[in-house]
RNA sequence: UAAGCAAGCCGUCUUAUCGCUGCGUAUGCAAAUACGGAGAGGAAAGUCCGGGCAGCACAGAGCACCGUACUUCCUAACGGGAAGGGAUGAUUUUGGUGACGAAAUCAUUACAGACAGGGCCACAGAAAAUAUACCGUCCUUGCUUCGGCAGGGAUAAGGGUGAAAAGGUGGGGUAAGAGCCCACCGCUCGGCUGGCGACAGCAGAGGCAGGGUAAACCUUACGGGCUGAAAGGCCAAAUAGGUUCCGCCACCUUCGGGUAAAGGGCGGCUCGUCCUUAUGCGGAAUGGGUAGGCUGAUGGAUCCAGCGCGUGAGUGCUGGGCUAGAUAAAUGAUAAGAGUUUCCUGCAAAGGAAAAACAGAACCCGGCUUACAGGCUUGCUUAUUUU
RNA sequence: GCUCGGUUCGUCUAGGGGUUAGGACGCGUCCCUUUCACGGACGAAACACGGGUUCGAUUCCCGUACCGAGUA
């Protein structure tokens, strides 16, 4: 499966099972790099690696701004998760916004790209 | 032309690249791929009302509880809306000695009942509701230092208090007073007329028959069964357990049991002793049902136009259109350009900078409330200019 | 998504039409003590916001904002 210059993010790449999700949170470790949080678990299953977006309703109490960042954070990991393909294991991923400000495109995809690095290192 | 108010409408656009979710067509067993076309709002928000829809409950009636409250109408329904009535307030004009009345315009209005019943009305005040008279006014008796003092009685006109003081104004009357009497204003009552009705008008009777509070209890009338799509319906892995069927047990028996065998515990091992052995083991089928999936679920009290009815909210007919359907939850990102507004430079042309609101569908509708940069249209009012 | 409840000194709370809005802890000043603590006296300090009903609203009604709880 050759998915370097595969910018799509289909349905199987998004973590959409509630069991698996309670699973990551229960056993997965984490990074911590501002402003995200990412939480990280490795999986032998065939799917590819799969990734959930989160930011809380505390720090951003409207819709619209929620869903504002949660794209952003979208358009960021599409673009770059050609990182993680050269990597061995499968990842199931949840990345935690923090920050209480909406961010900019340009700042957000180069953190996005360092923590990713850090993943791919471990 | 400018400002204000009211109503209605809009509320960024184009291109390129990379993406997301349905739908249609084609290929494919399928996963998927390719092409085409679609993809947030006026409030999607708050969840304050109402309805559809669904499950459960239900003979009928009453009580309790909750809600609503001028009238008529609109509507599927409403606590929403329309038209009207009353009340209150403001302005202008006007009548009257006065109390107050009349007309016009504008604004506000949760506006049933206080004679069904109790309850409450702080402070102040004599008294806060069946008037125990504080000051005062008047009559009278006694005393008097002639200034008054004390007692008995009449009096709600005046003062003062209060949010509110027991109809008001003018006159007569009286010892002083008082609807005690009269006129007017107001009030109450029944009648007639107009209006579907709220109510209005007219003439008459009654000296007036008694404050406020029901967004406190309450009364009356009307309405409300409860729960919400996380409702409800269908399909259905793996594991465990349920049911049914099949297979698997050494011998004797007087059917109570006995002997043997297998496995396990105690024990270093043998012996010994104890426990278990069809309520078991294996296989097949099958019902419920978990994860998960499908449905509910997007064509409707629908939208647009025309004609008609109605003062209006609305409504009838005809023609045309199809306009999101996600589910850890799509409708996006980046770049360039255009347009709008504001500011700066500039006579101008033009150039530069900044801003672009409120806000994101979650079963679907009808309303209400709240938020909102900027713009457009119509009507009314005021001001200015031109003809 | 749906359904309930609450908001009173800095904090925790009482009060449910007329109050000087009460109490505890905390804070400040003074007294006591050689000093600190304890104790005592005095003081400052609050009804979320906007309308309405009422003579009068923290209290009753409506709306807004914020906080919290329940429900798979």
Same mark, same amino acid.
């Given at each position: 499966m050759d998915d370097a210059l595969n910018f799509r993010f289909t349905k199987a790449e998004r973590l959409s099972s509630k069991k698996k999700i309670e699973e990551l949170f229960a056993k997965g470790s984490s990074i911590y790099l501002y402003p995200f949080r990412l939480v990280y678990i490795a999986h032998t299953? /065939?799917? /590819?690696?799969? @990734? @959930?977006?989160?930011?809380s309703k505390r720090n951003f109490k409207k819709a619209v701004d929620r869903n504002r960042i949660k794209r952003l954070i979208r358009e960021t990991y599409r673009t770059n998760k050609h990182l993680l393909s050269a990597s061995e294991s499968k990842y199931r991923l949840a990345l935690i916004y923090t920050a209480k400000e909406i961010p900019e495109f340009k700042h957000l995809n180069q953190k996005l790209i360092e923590i990713l690095s850090r993943l791919k290192n471990m």
């Open positions: 299953e /065939p799917a /590819p690696h799969q @990734l @959930l977006i989160s930011v």
